[in-house]
Structure formats: structure tokens, C-alpha cells
């Protein structure tokens, strides 16, 4: 009977939670071990179902950055990176489109359906959802920064029900272009500001944002961030993860997060417990997300 009551309170204690996320639009960079695990994919698409019932509108962006890798390396096909961006040839492109719009959307589309969602697979080249140019000048070959993304449409499919699943293959002005591989990072940080969403939370196969200790760091700013990568305390491939979450929340997103993909329903424990997990970011002069009103409240850093 005990039992039966801890789960009673633990529904309890997320209502306020439900309550303060029904109709907002929430984006998951979803990667990592979660994307690859069979176990932790069953665990995110119930994740992503109950998310939908109680009343949130989420959206998912994904990489496939591993399988990609695999694949050109039996396509023996050479692979570069640069402050962990992937150099991508016209021959990598073909396979990155392949991967990503294919393989890998197709299958999590599937996978969510069948868990009882009402999930679209698209890539950012349906409808020029996702508009890019060549990063820093074409040094990154096709990989491409975005210039525009089409929020309209997207929320209209959140409107009708729907959850999108987004692979992060942009589209180009040009025409008869292959388009542009984007970082899945940096594609979840764009659609987030673009749908106005209230959180972007990207799932990785670390705890967080780690100082040189080793401890967690659980709340960063701009300052924080610029400060730790001077030092290099972030490096290599974290640099894109935490400028993403820079971006978003200083272009219109209240709060984004790092957290722990490998930890069964990350997720919900980030959403729905008072405590949350792994890194959050935010600005420091936002009076939504500035203050520590957990502490009167036991709700509102939750926002």
C-alpha cells in the first residue's frame, strides 16, 4: 500500500508542472546513446506519447551523427572534423541525406506512431522549412549555417495534432542543390526561437555541462559559457552544444537544457520533478528565469 501511495504523490507533484507546460511547445534534440539504445528509444517514445496527452507540443530534432560515420566508413568515404563540425563533401551529403532523411526520420517516425503518437517525418528541405547557407564561406564544404526557418508551418502541424520529427538537411536558394548538412544542435536552437517554444532540451550521452573537477555545473549564463571555453573547461564537440543553448535563449527561448540521455525518461524528470537534471542555461536578465522562485514557490525555475 505504501507503494501505491509514493506513485499517487510523485503524479501529484508533477501536476504543477503539467499545468504550467499545457500548450507550450517544447523541442528535444534527440541523439546520443538514447537514439541508439533500443531500450532508451522505447523509454523516449513514451516519453514523447505522454508529453502529447497531457497537453505539450513537442518537436522533435535529431542527429545521427554515429551512423553517419559508420556508413562512410564502409563506404570508405574520409570524414574531417573541425571544432566539431563535420566536413561534408558532395560524397558525405548524399549519405548524410540518406541517413538522416531516410534511415534514421523514417524509423523514429515510426517508432512514435506505433507507441500511439501522431508523428510527421520531415526534413528541412519539405516546404523550405530549413533555409541554409555554406558555413563560413563553403570552409565546412556542405555544411551549411541556417538563414531561415519557416515557424509558420511547423506550428501549424503542432495546431493540427501533429509531432514533427525534423532531420537537419536544409534547403538551398539554388536550384538542383543537394542542400546543406546542419548541426543537429544548432537546427534544434533555430526551430526552438522559430515556434517560439518555451524550452529546447538536448539530449546527450553525458550529465551535463562539467567543470574541470569533474562536478556538475547545473546553471549557466553567456558569461559563464564564454568564461569556460577562454579556459577550456568546454571544448571540442560540447562548444556547439552550449552555444546552441546560448542562441536559443537569447532569441526568444526561456530556458534550454543539457541532460542526460543515457538516464531512463531524462525527460520527464527534467519537466516534471523539482529538481530537474543536468545543465540549465538562461539569462540573467530575464525576470521569468533570473530569479530563484523555487525556492517560494517550488515551481517557477521550472519555467
Known sequence: MQKK???VQILLDAIPYIKKFNG?????KYGGSAQTSPELQEKFAEDIVLLSLVGIKPVIVHGGGARISELLEKLEIKSEFIDGHRVTSKDTMRVVEMVLSGEINKNLTSLLNHHGAK???ISGKDS???KAQPKDGGKFGYTGEITEVNGELINNLLNQGFIPVIA???????PNHPGFNINA????S???AAVKAQKVLFLTDIVGVLNKEGKLLTSLDKKDVDS???DGTIAGGMIPKVDSCIQAIHNGVNKAHIIDGRVEHSILLELFTSDGIGTQFLRRDNPNNGIDIDKLLNEETKA
Do not use: L
Request: aromatic content about 6%; hydrophobic content about 55%; proline content about 3%.
Open 185 to 188: 544542435d544548432f537546427a534544434a
Open 119 to 121: 508523428a510527421i517525418g
Open 190 to 192: 533555430k526551430v526552438a
Open 5 to 7: 501511495h509514493q506513485k
Open 24 to 28: 507550450k511547445t517544447i523541442v528535444i
Open 228 to 230: 569556460y571555453i577562454e
Open 168 to 174: 537537419p538537411i536544409a534547403d538551398s536558394a539554388e
Open 128 to 130: 523550405a522549412i530549413i
